[in-house]
């Protein structure tokens, strides 16, 4: 059988990785397996600082690795909508793509602070999204945030 392929999203807050996992998972025999619907039901309460958001995803990553796997493993194509953010947590995401044999794309949305801020502040007005972030926690989670390099071996798409 030929394993699904795996999408994966890099972008900072607000870039528009959600938007774009929610249009590539319209694809036939593909899932969308969003991080932010499930720390929000899960850990929703835990989650007030960077350390809790660390925490809290790194226990979502450990249990979703296998599903993911298996998923891909049946055929069926993955929109992983994590935040591929960090070498760290670009190495799981490659982990997950090699052991289930799955080609993958790395879609990374260059999008500047001051856009992503912008989007950042009509979601939070909109109340549409699980998490509410100030402008102040954008500033301390993108200090974090590290484009894919060639070395790290992503088929990566810009947008």
């Known amino acids: 059988m030929t394993p699904g ?3 994966i999203l890099c972008g900072k807050i607000a870039s528009g990785k959600s938007t774009l996992a929610g249009e590539l998972s319209s ?3 593909t899932v969308l397996i969003s991080e932010d619907i499930w720390l929000a039901e ?3 309460p835990e989650m007030s600082t960077i350390k809790d958001y660390v925490r809290v995803s790194a226990r979502l990553r450990a249990v979703m690795e296998p599903h993911v796997i298996g998923l891909l493993k ?3 194509s993955v929109v992983l909508d994590f935040p591929a953010n960090t070498p760290e947590t670009r190495v799981w995401m490659r982990r997950v793509a090699e052991n289930s044999g799955s ?3 790395l879609h990374y949305l260059n999008v500047s602070n001051e856009i992503c801020k912008e989007r950042l502040r ?4 909109s109340g549409s999204h699980p998490f ?23 088929d990566v798409l810009e947008r």
Do not use: C
Not at 122 to 125: G, I, L, P, V, Y
Not at 139 to 152: I, L, N, Q, R, S
């Open 103 to 105: 080609d993958h794309t």
């Open 74 to 76: 049946t055929g069926v």
């Open 122 to 125: 009509a979601r939070n007005a």
């Open 42 to 44: 899960l850990f929703g």
């Open 27 to 29: 694809q036939p025999a």
């Open 132 to 154: 509410s972030v100030s402008d102040e926690q954008f500033e301390a989670v993108t200090k974090h945030f590290v484009p894919p390099t060639p070395d790290e071996g992503f």
């Open 5 to 7: 392929h795996l999408h």
